[in-house]
């Protein structure tokens, strides 16, 4: 007879089902609500149903977590991978793989160490994309027409701008309202920045010439809107000029990276935008006297080079005196010459009238009497011709000496002014109390009596040389 060796037991059976139910509820009824610290390990960002699977971990264990779909839509922070965070949720099982796991409801940085190190390695990231670069910042606006401010409508920030900027230089303003805290607060100033680079040039509403986006001070958590990625990138894409005014000097965010300018405060940027309106208008003073004043030095320099120019021309009579004894010499020879020159052809005559017969000396007589004629019809034409050429030289120096007369000048309705003695006056220091004088205008003189002495002349710019003297 054989024996059998099977083993009973009293214990119940049950399936794996069963045993993974009891397991379920023993770990959700012992747990509950637990915080868990840990490092973000395996994140890989939502799947395709939305929902997202990373683990927890720390030096001695790791997790396995889930967010489902609807709750990481509404977590302020996203977790990213080696990013230490404290997570909120109920502890439960999976029973396909049997394994236990948290279902996360909420999710923060586990304090400002591991806020700052996020910070520092996004940073790290936008700067390797070059988002950061000082070459692709645009100067701002000297004088804008219209400044365009994103920030709350309700705080101390949109006052303390305004105050300032009417104090400098009052300026047209459009107020983008948005919450400058919270977990909207990224999606609102990204929508404000693109809402005011869309403005058409020729719109309804102008299109503002520079942007200031400003909040006050806080702490990280409160500033964290202004570190979102998204924030930085519509920064970085605005046709805008950007001035990023966000919390106290000591404040820094990411969107102080990306703006064109980073201002310490929010008053500081209104300060920053415009300048002020008084030393504007004491600069625009200045340059123009500086202007009117090289204008007047430049053409004192053309004044003093045409007297220098002047200086250099001869006197009239110098430049008359020499054809003018030429002319006079020629008119006292021609009449000598002329009957010089008659004689010597009478003499030629007669000794060839004495060596000729009576017929030939008639003929040769004739012949020298047609040629006579014919060196006298020359000799005429020659003295005429000769008689026009220096009439026409002395005309023309007489046009150059009237060029450089004094009567010119009168003629140009200037009058001269002479002493008793006849001599030319020229400065009203030289006339005293009843001295006779004698005016000479272009059409005549007139006799004058001074009834005083010399005034002095106002000043009306740079000392200079004066217009200079009518007699060389």
């Avoid at 002020?276 to 004192?300: C, Q």
Wanted: hydrophobic share 45%.
């Amino acid at each position: 007879m054989a024996v059998s060796t099977e083993i009973r037991s009293n214990l119940p059976e049950i399936t794996v089902s069963e045993l993974s139910a009891n397991l379920k509820r023993t770990i959700e009824d012992a747990f509950g609500y637990v915080r868990l610290r840990g490092e973000v390990l395996n994140y890989k960002g939502p799947h395709s149903s939305g929902h997202v699977y990373f683990c927890l971990k720390d030096e001695g264990a790791r997790i396995d977590a889930v967010i489902w779909k609807g709750n990481f839509s509404r977590l302020r922070f996203k977790p990213e991978e080696g990013l230490e965070v404290i997570a909120t949720g109920r502890i439960t099982t999976y029973p396909g793989k049997s394994t236990y796991q948290i279902i996360v409801e909420s999710i923060e940085p586990a304090g400002v160490g591991a806020l700052m190190a996020l910070l520092e390695e996004r940073r790290k990231k936008l700067a390797a994309e070059g988002l950061f670069d000082e070459a692709r910042k645009r100067p701002l606006p000297y004088l804008p027409r219209v400044v365009g401010i994103v920030t709350s409508p309700t705080g101390a920030v949109i006052r303390d701008i305004l105050h300032r900027l009417n104090d400098r230089f009052p300026r047209n303003v459009l107020l983008w309202s948005v919450r400058v805290q919270g977990d909207s607060c990224a999606a609102e100033v990204t929508a404000a920045i693109e809402g005011f680079n869309a403005l058409g040039p020729n719109g309804r509403i102008p299109t503002p010439d520079v942007l200031v986006v400003a909040r006050g001070g806080g702490s990280l958590e409160d500033l964290w809107g202004f570190n979102e990625e998204i924030v930085v990138r519509a920064a970085v894409a605005s046709r805008i000029p950007l001035v990023s005014a966000i919390g106290h000097e000591t404040d820094f965010t990411l969107l102080d990276f990306a703006a064109d300018r980073r201002a310490p405060t929010p008053t500081a940027a209104a300060e920053m935008i415009v300048p002020v309106r008084a030393e504007l208008v004491v600069a625009t003073g200045n340059f123009a006297a500086r202007l009117v004043g090289s204008a007047a030095r430049f053409f004192e320099r053309l004044r003093s080079e045409v007297r220098g120019l002047a200086r250099g021309i001869p006197v009239a009579d110098a430049l008359l005196a020499l054809p003018r004894q030429r002319l006079d010499a020629a008119h006292a020879r021609l009449p000598r010459a002329l009957r010089a020159n008659a004689h010597a052809h009478r003499v030629e005559f007669t000794r060839l009238a004495a060596h000729h017969r009576p017929l030939a000396l008639r003929t040769r007589l004739a012949q020298a009497g047609e040629r006579a004629k014919t060196l006298a019809g020359r000799m005429a034409r020659a003295f005429t011709n000769a008689s026009k050429q220096r009439h026409a030289r002395f005309a023309s120096a007489g046009q150059l000496l009237d060029a450089f007369s004094y009567h010119g000048v009168l003629e140009r309705g200037f009058a001269l002014v002479r002493d008793a003695a006849g001599k030319p006056l020229r400065s009203a220091k030289a006339v005293s109390q009843n001295d006779v004088l004698d005016i000479e205008f272009a059409d005549g003189r007139v006799p004058a009596v001074a009834t005083g002495g010399a005034a002095k002349r106002p000043r009306r710019g740079p000392k200079s040389g004066g217009q200079g003297s009518l007699f060389g």
